[in-house]
């Protein structure tokens, strides 16, 4: 008997609904030194590194499943595993145009950012693309924001991937992709979830003083959202379009620290202020007023406590 149906968080949803104008994807991009990764002739052992990934799979079960929408009325989607899973779709070799360099990793990456995912398959790939300069072999990686947040897509690839150069390869242990439930398990859990609902609703109702301390704790929050003037119109203030340009600032997390430890500040102060920077001239080069103008900007919080789980397991 089935213990649980992992259904969608509702932010889960909400990436996956909007992924639909515009892609919800965390990326990263990393440059790889390649003595392990090329044969003598230059050519990248791709069946190696696919060997190496798919020994660690069963390490993020996220990576081999999809999103299933069952019939209305039976709630909303949630992960199965995938009825066929080829390692083969998902890890790939992308060669480099002759002479490309550091520099030109964000435009060959933003044309792989722009291929959307097929939702038969489980979301995420990984492209392998040699050709830099020294023999390095760079690395991208995209998966949907529905499989992992920031916090979580990091820990996935430390699980993929080993510092070791020659730590060894293990065989892939064997994998059966577990059936979807039956329509009789998803209405007994829509049902279970429903008085799980009704049940926090009425602790509510027969506990109104703790209702109403979390009601004026939220209210400051609350208070300054609504009460707070509008943004400045700029040029910014349109969607962004599959055609923008990418740059690379390179530094050190030393020199961060180190600009974060003078200002008396954190890493996240040094980020925002380099992005805030970097608007602010923006706008200066379009000629378009700065001093008096005010920008809003979304910056994603983590609320997850010490040792929670990682959503990507």
Same mark, same amino acid.
């Given at each position: ?8 968080? =509702?932010?889960? /949803?909400?990436?996956?609904? %909007?992924?639909?104008? @515009? ?22 052992? #791709? ?31 949630? @992960? ?17 145009? =002759? ?12 044309? +792989?950012?722009? *291929? ?10 990984? @492209? ?9 072999? &760079? ?7 529905? #499989?992992?947040?920031?916090? &979580? ?21 064997? @994998?059966?992709?577990? =059936? ?11 049902? /279970? ?28 929050? #609350?208070? *300054? ?9 700029? $040029? ?16 050190? +997390? ?28 923006? +706008? ?7 001093? %008096?103008?005010?920008? /809003? ?12 789980? $990682? /959503?990507?397991?």
């Amino acid at each position: 008997m089935r213990t649980s149906i992992d259904r969608l968080t =509702p932010l889960d /949803r909400l990436m996956l609904d %909007a992924s639909k104008r @515009w892609p919800q994807d965390i990326d990263a991009l990393a440059i790889l030194d390649g003595t392990g990764l090329l044969d003598p002739t230059g050519e990248l052992r #791709i069946d190696v590194v696919r060997a190496a990934i798919a020994s660690r799979l069963h390490l993020v079960p996220r990576l081999r499943q999809v999103i299933h929408t069952p019939r209305r009325g039976l709630r909303g989607p949630f @992960w199965v595993d995938a009825g066929h899973f080829d390692i083969g779709d998902h890890i790939l070799v992308r060669p480099l145009p =002759p002479g490309t360099d550091e520099s030109g990793l964000p435009a060959a990456t933003e044309a +792989l950012r722009r *291929e959307r995912f097929d939702p038969s398959r489980p979301l995420w790939r990984m @492209w392998l693309m040699p050709g830099l300069p020294s023999g390095r072999v &760079a690395m991208f990686v995209k998966l949907h924001h529905s #499989i992992a947040d920031g916090m &979580a897509a990091m820990a996935t690839l430390a699980a993929l991937l080993d510092t070791d150069r020659g730590a060894p390869v293990t065989p892939a242990p064997p @994998w059966t992709p577990t =059936p979807p439930p039956s329509d009789r398990e998803l209405v007994d859990d829509t049902v /279970r979830r429903h008085l799980h609902a009704a049940e926090r609703a009425g602790r509510l109702l027969i506990r109104p003083g703790t209702t109403l301390r979390h009601a004026r704790a939220a209210w400051p929050a #609350i208070r *300054e959202i609504v009460a707070e003037e509008p943004a400045s119109r700029t $040029s910014l203030d349109q969607m962004v379009g599959p055609d923008r340009s990418l740059g690379v600032i390179r530094s050190t +997390l030393d020199e961060v620290k180190a600009a974060a430890h003078a200002h008396n500040a954190t890493l996240n102060d040094v980020l925002l202020a380099l992005t805030a920077g970097g608007l602010r001239a923006v +706008l200066r080069g379009r000629g378009e007023p700065v001093e %008096a103008t005010t920008i /809003r900007a979304y910056v994603p919080v983590s609320l997850r406590r010490g040792g929670a789980p $990682s /959503r990507a397991t």
